[in-house]
């Protein structure tokens, strides 16, 4: 899973940045980093959601496999 870990280590850095940042209050530091993980979150939700469709689409048949190809999910 390279693009999940370079998208995981990118948010690693925004994070790390907003810890150290002193133009942001305290306050402010904590709202961004529960917003970030709260978005890293729903992220992991939707793509385990898009690999469970995935999954039964193929149980289904075989033959949708070139139309999720097609569409850029497989």
Known sequence: MPH???RKE???QLKEAIKNSPH?????KSNALAH????YLEDQADKYF???????LLDISAK???ILAELGLL
């Open 10 to 12: 990118k948010l690693e």
């Open 36 to 39: 970030i993980e709260e978005w």
């Open 50 to 56: 898009w690999d469970m469709v995935k999954a039964k």
């Open 64 to 66: 949708i496999e070139p």
């Open 24 to 28: 942001l209050t305290e306050e402010e």
């Open 4 to 6: 999940h870990n370079k």
